[in-house]
């Protein structure tokens, strides 16, 4: 994968620290074109990010999964105030419940900090329904102030 500067006129960030943004519990959010009308969607999720994917879950039967499914060219986005990496990417869908279930307990702990709570335990019960998203840069472009 590729690793660029997103803005001439910003610094690029090394490879630590955009390891180190990638690892922080903030959103990261995907374009993609809509299954629905052909228009385009901007979707914040709960993500991890390993071996030089993004994994996320969502809804078998909503916009997200059937748009990736149409298309799987997306456009994917991460950042704070002073730093932020972006890119294209190539996004599958993997319609297999137990693998999208493990997703989202990593995600929960993630976000939640554990498994416990109430919301956990219902986002982990909802899980049967969903599916997971590997999302694939071809290059990540980054920027810090």
Not at 53 to 68: A, D, L, R
């Given at each position: 994968?590729?690793?660029r500067l997103a803005?001439?006129?910003?610094?690029e960030m090394d490879k630590n620290e955009v390891s180190e943004l990638l690892?922080?519990?903030i959103y990261l959010r995907v374009a993609m074109i809509s299954a629905r009308d052909g228009f385009p969607l901007v979707h914040p999720?709960?993500?991890?990010?390993e071996d030089g994917?993004?994994?996320?879950?969502?809804?078998?039967?909503?916009?997200?999964?059937?748009?990736?499914k149409k298309n799987p060219d997306?456009?994917?986005?991460?950042?704070?105030?002073?730093?932020g990496v972006r890119g294209k990417a190539k996004a599958k869908v993997i319609d297999?419940?137990?693998?999208?279930?493990?997703?989202?307990a990593r995600n929960l702990t993630r976000y939640l900090g554990s498994?416990?709570?109430?919301?956990?335990?219902?986002?982990?019960?909802?899980?049967?329904?969903?599916?997971a998203i590997e999302i694939t840069p071809v290059y990540i472009a980054s920027w810090k102030v």
């Open positions: 994968m590729e690793y803005d001439p006129e910003l610094k690892n922080l519990p999720i709960w993500y991890y990010y994917k993004f994994y996320s879950v969502s809804n078998t039967e909503g916009v997200k999964i059937q748009s990736i997306v456009y994917f986005l991460v950042d704070t105030t002073d730093r297999d419940p137990s693998y999208a279930k493990e997703i989202t498994l416990d709570s109430p919301e956990a335990k219902e986002r982990l019960e909802f899980s049967k329904n969903y599916s």
